[in-house]
């Protein structure tokens, strides 16, 4: 058997099943590791043991009972701390809130915690999730497990949560996504991430970046574990009316047994990629795209639209306008403990010319109307989640296009979109995104699947040996 620590969500519940360990084992090998890992990862900004270690107990006399629990149960996750929990602080990545505690519960947490799931803590983030690298410079920036010699960006903003799941200190955690901060960490640290259709997940209790484009996604060591955790989270909640108009579907189903035989990708001119690709990021891609073919899927060599890529500059003049919006209070109080970076960028949405803001929300709308058309004859369009490999956070530049410029067209044009591994360069992940279309996460996931299943990749593991792991 496997050490519990290496385990996916979906392994560890078919083991709970068959009663081979508890949910208590569980959490006590995770809560061992994080004690030996996290003062060099910097994963976590508080770590609930004595209560992790409660509600595994319960966990597993729920089990004992015979009566039937759901996949999820007894089974350990990671949070985001942007996801509020009522009475416990939650920082938003910022250190100006080291000390805030939250009024409410986040509905991702409600419902994770309604499917039996144990929270092992809140993970580290980029200050108010704006930036895509995974720096922060007050509260610390984790280190990319990949690499104990270099501290490489772990990708933002969620940060922690990658670097988390990636060490085996958990086997799936919560991120968020406006501009690609689910999928960018997950490229980064070799994890799965899933980028759902906005209004997917409930927003509510999250701290929010852009009410236009923020989404709450599951982070995980295989597309099983994301199905599961979407099953979970996906549907209406009356206090996000966004989430109201959703169609009804179980996910981890749509993945079983499945086959993308006649499916369409389609895969863009690699001359359309911007200059600053890493060959070997290109190199995996194209290669993902031949497993694809070999698959019985039909990949298209197309040309994106000429304004694809250009959709990253509206992506960030939305999200910008909004975080200034709804922080310019402490953005604008230079006596506020915010990190000089985040400031500056918060405060262009400040300098935008009058209108600007308006006609690039109308702007977006006409373009998901012209993608969709374009988009229609195909399943999937395949892209690279992050055209370098993880850099070191000393040669980080926070103005930099790089970390999200192949991620943000997808929240801009409203499509889900499947993070996965797809290879390694010097021993650092390499990674390629699954885009779908609006609400489509059953196709993209069953997509991912079939790659996971005809690779590896989802399974290497970072050396932790200097750890003591």
């Known amino acids: 058997m496997a050490n519990l620590h290496d385990m996916t969500l979906t392994e560890l519940g078919a083991g709970l099943s068959a009663r081979k360990f508890s949910s208590r084992e569980i959490v006590d090998a995770l809560l061992a590791r994080i004690a030996k890992a996290d003062k060099k990862l910097h994963a976590f900004t508080e770590v609930y043991a004595k209560e992790a270690r409660a509600l595994a107990d319960a966990a597993d006399t729920a089990r004992s009972s015979g009566f039937p629990l759901g996949p999820l149960h007894g089974l350990p996750v990671v949070y985001k701390d942007l996801c509020d929990i009522k009475g416990r602080v939650g920082t938003g990545g910022s250190r100006m809130w080291e000390k805030r505690i939250a009024t409410e519960t986040s509905a991702t947490v409600e419902r994770l915690t309604a499917a039996g799931m144990v929270p092992l803590g809140k993970a580290h983030m980029v200050e108010f999730a704006f930036g895509g690298w995974g720096t922060n410079p007050l509260m610390g920036a984790p280190w990319n497990p990949w690499d104990l010699k270099t501290h490489r960006v772990p990708g933002g903003s969620s940060s922690g949560t990658g670097a988390a799941v990636a060490a085996r200190l958990a086997p799936a955690g919560i991120g968020s996504d406006t501009g690609g901060s689910v999928r960018i960490p997950a490229a980064f640290n070799g994890l799965v991430g899933l980028k759902v259709t906005f209004g997917r997940i409930s927003l509510h209790g999250t701290m929010l970046l852009s009410w236009t484009l923020d989404s709450i996604g599951p982070m995980a060591r295989s597309v099983e574990d994301c199905a599961l955790m979407l099953n979970a989270l996906a549907g209406p909640d009356p206090r996000d009316p966004t989430t109201l108009d959703q169609p009804l579907e179980d996910f981890a189903a749509a993945i079983r047994g499945g086959t993308i035989e006649g499916l369409r990708i389609a895969l863009p001119d690699a001359d359309q990629l911007p200059e600053f690709m890493d060959p070997a990021v290109i190199q995996a891609w194209q290669s993902a795209a031949r497993t694809f073919e070999s698959l019985g899927a039909t990949v298209e060599a197309v040309r994106l639209p000429e304004w694809f890529f250009e959709m990253q500059r509206g992506a960030g003049t939305i999200s910008t306008s909004e975080l200034f919006s709804l922080h310019r209070k402490w953005i604008e109080d230079k006596s506020k403990a915010i990190g000089d970076g985040v400031r500056a960028r918060a405060l262009l949405g400040k300098a935008f010319v009058p209108g600007a803001y308006a006609e690039e929300l ?83 996931l069953r997509i991912g699947k079939a790659f996971q299943d005809a690779t590896d990749f989802n399974r290497r593991v970072p050396d932790l040996k200097e750890l003591g792991l």
């Open 362 to 444: 109308r702007n977006m709308k006409l373009r998901r109307v012209e993608f969709n058309e374009w988009m229609r004859p195909y399943d999937a369009l395949l892209v690279p989640t992050v055209a370098v490999p993880a850099i070191p956070v000393s040669e980080v530049d926070e103005l930099s296009p790089i970390p999200g410029y192949l991620t943000r067209p997808g929240n801009y044009l409203g499509l889900c979109g499947l993070a996965m591994p797809s290879g390694f360069s010097g021993g650092l992940p390499l990674g390629v995104q699954i885009l779908g279309k609006p609400y489509a996460e059953r196709d993209v």
